[in-house]
């Protein structure tokens, strides 16, 4: 048989060889590779002509274990959808991805053409932005000076810290139902709405300010702030 299932010319064969994710077509029940795109070929660090003709377990990418249940899934239900999987790259690095595929006869014989996501650098980010976000929750629970994110439409209290429960008499579940008006003075609460436009996205002074502590005690505050985005709001 040709290393070509599908003609060479056509709309999929270009499709295939120029997806920018990685696609093979694989033999039904053998798992032979019949043809595999550049992308899946830098999934796994070997090239094209020595993948095709062989088979995942043969070149070490998946173990017989991993295989089946697969293999089963595809004779089973003629494809699958999204399934995790974790493929070993040529130097022995782990891939990770997730795979979706279907069944195609072609010439009396049954192939698989599937599509293989690689969510490895994905998942590297978000254990890096794991930890990023460890750190600073380490860093924002133990500033020893009040500390609170809101939301600059609603003014709701997204998040404090101890220090700011501590200061102003409230728990931290309180606070998480309040907005940043409920701790100022009335008298000062229209100044504030009309000053908010003006907070910027570098750390300002922003003055001294009358706040009220839970049991209406009053504090003058020295702020300091400064806006960012989260989650497409401010």
Avoid at 17 to 24: C, E, G, K, L
Avoid at 178 to 187: G, L, N
Avoid at 203 to 232: A, C, E, Q
């Amino acid at each position: 048989m040709d290393q070509m299932v599908f003609a060479p010319g056509t709309l999929f064969s270009r499709i295939f060889h120029a997806s920018p994710v990685a696609m093979t077509i694989n033999a039904i029940p053998g798992g032979r590779y019949a043809d595999v795109n550049e992308s899946y070929c830098q999934l796994v660090g070997y090239t094209r002509a020595e993948i095709i003709g062989r088979t995942a377990v043969e070149l070490g990418l998946i173990s017989p274990a991993e295989r089946a249940p697969v293999i089963n899934s595809l004779l089973q239900d003629r494809g699958l959808s999204n399934r995790p999987v974790t493929l070993r790259h040529r130097s022995g690095e782990l891939r990770h991805g997730i795979v979706s595929a279907q069944t195609e006869e072609f010439d009396g014989e049954m192939y698989s053409v599937a599509m293989i996501q690689d969510l490895t650098e994905y998942q590297h980010a978000q254990r890096a932005l794991s930890v990023s976000e460890a750190r600073f929750r380490l860093f924002f629970e133990s500033v020893p000076l009040p500390v609170w994110v809101f939301d600059m439409e609603t003014l709701r209290i997204l998040d404090a810290n101890p220090a700011a429960a501590a200061t102003y008499g409230y728990t931290l579940d309180e606070l998480l139902t309040m907005t940043i008006m409920d701790v100022r003075a009335p008298s000062d609460q229209e100044e504030f709405r009309a000053f908010l436009p003006s907070l910027r996205e570098s750390i300002t002074n922003i003055g001294v300010w009358r706040h009220k502590k839970k049991d209406g005690t009053p504090m003058d505050m020295s702020i300091t702030g400064y806006t960012f985005t989260l989650n497409w709001r401010r």
